[in-house]
């Protein structure tokens, strides 16, 4: 009869577990459209280079969704075990690890802009709008990717209702800068980038006190076994990883396989493509 208690609580548990995420991820996706529709009224050209990012944003966020996963199911089996203070410490581990490989990945890309930009059949007039653009984006990128990697702890420990709440948070905040940093400061399509900059960093600067405060991050790693922590840690991460980036890899390919066949009066259409395999 002791069992019986948490079996039957099992459902009420995952579904209290599951509604802040859910309404969460909607609420993220819900600013990129928004993100959208205010670079379309920028013209054309803006919205192209938008269009153009996507498959490198998926790379991204494939990157630390795997992280994400690998942190989840780590962290919880060794609070499971009882070695609470491994679970701190391999905490700070991924923040220190995801911090480093994404921005490692957003330099990367960087360099590699115009051979990407090429590859992906990018016309020359939009190269300009890109590089002015990428910057800012990248920079979006990385915070968000740290934001990630808080919510990933957050939900190890068993609290989803943080990571929920904040993502809505955020996704409100970035909507309501949207208008403010492209068109009443003029900043245009860089300036939508600049929103998402501000409001996943206001996140970053809520989130990251939480964990420090709670105990469940500290960066004491020189007591860590890192060998085998991060051989723990790429064990579930790389195939995971691997799933993720499957959907930005085929996007790139269709999106350049496109643009050899479709003629030249609809190649500037490209970012339709590459929008309707975004998350």
Request: hydrophobic share 55%; glycine share 10%; proline share 6%.
């Given at each position: 009869?002791?069992?019986?208690?948490?079996?039957?609580?099992?459902?009420?548990?995952?579904?209290?577990?599951?509604?802040?995420?859910?309404?969460?991820?909607?609420?993220?996706?819900?600013?990129?459209?928004?993100?959208?529709?205010?670079?379309?009224?920028?013209?054309?050209?803006?919205?192209?280079?938008?269009?153009?990012?996507?498959?490198?944003?998926?790379?991204?966020?494939?990157?630390?969704?795997?992280?994400?996963?690998?942190?989840?199911?780590?962290?919880?089996?060794?609070?499971?075990?009882?070695?609470?203070?491994?679970?701190?410490?391999?905490?700070?581990?991924?923040?220190?690890?995801?911090?480093?490989?994404?921005?490692?990945?957003?330099?990367?890309?960087?360099?590699?802009?115009?051979?990407?930009?090429?590859?992906?059949?990018?016309?020359?007039?939009?190269?300009?709008?890109?590089?002015?653009?990428?910057?800012?984006?990248?920079?979006?990128?990385?915070?968000?990717?740290?934001?990630?990697?808080?919510?990933?702890?957050?939900r190890s420990h068993g609290d989803t209702k943080l990571p929920g709440?904040?993502?809505?948070?955020?996704?409100?905040?970035?909507?309501?800068?949207?208008?403010?940093?492209?068109?009443?400061?003029?900043?245009?399509?860089?300036?939508?980038?600049?929103?998402?900059?501000?409001?996943?960093?206001?996140?970053?600067?809520?989130?990251?006190?939480?964990?420090?405060?709670?105990?469940?991050?500290?960066?004491?790693?020189?007591?860590?076994?890192?060998?085998?922590?991060?051989?723990?840690?790429?064990?579930?991460?790389?195939?995971?990883?691997?799933?993720?980036?499957?959907?930005?890899?085929?996007?790139?390919?269709?999106?350049?396989?496109?643009?050899?066949?479709?003629?030249?009066?609809?190649?500037?259409?490209?970012?339709?493509?590459?929008?309707?395999?975004?998350?």
């Amino acid at each position: 009869m002791t069992n019986a208690t948490p079996q039957a609580s099992l459902p009420r548990q995952l579904f209290t577990m599951t509604w802040p995420m859910l309404f969460g991820v909607l609420s993220l996706m819900t600013f990129q459209l928004v993100d959208s529709a205010f670079i379309g009224q920028l013209g054309r050209d803006p919205l192209a280079a938008l269009g153009f990012t996507l498959p490198m944003q998926q790379l991204i966020i494939g990157l630390q969704v795997g992280l994400g996963i690998a942190t989840t199911a780590i962290i919880s089996r060794t609070l499971g075990a009882g070695d609470q203070l491994r679970a701190e410490r391999l905490g700070g581990l991924v923040v220190t690890v995801g911090a480093t490989l994404v921005i490692i990945l957003c330099i990367a890309l960087w360099l590699l802009q115009t051979q990407i930009m090429a590859g992906l059949g990018a016309e020359q007039s939009l190269l300009p709008l890109i590089r002015s653009y990428w910057i800012p984006w990248l920079l979006s990128a990385w915070t968000g990717a740290m934001l990630y990697f808080g919510y990933s702890v957050c939900r190890s420990h068993g609290d989803t209702k943080l990571p929920g709440y904040m993502m809505v948070a955020t996704s409100v905040a970035n909507i309501a800068l949207d208008p403010l940093y492209i068109f009443v400061f003029g900043w245009g399509l860089q300036g939508a980038a600049l929103a998402t900059v501000t409001a996943f960093g206001i996140g970053c600067l809520f989130i990251y006190p939480k964990l420090l405060r709670s105990g469940w991050i500290r960066f004491d790693l020189s007591q860590l076994a890192l060998g085998k922590a991060l051989k723990q840690l790429n064990g579930i991460m790389a195939p995971a990883m691997v799933s993720q980036l499957m959907p930005p890899a085929s996007a790139m390919f269709a999106t350049a396989w496109w643009l050899v066949l479709a003629p030249p009066p609809s190649r500037p259409g490209a970012w339709a493509l590459a929008s309707s395999s975004s998350p």
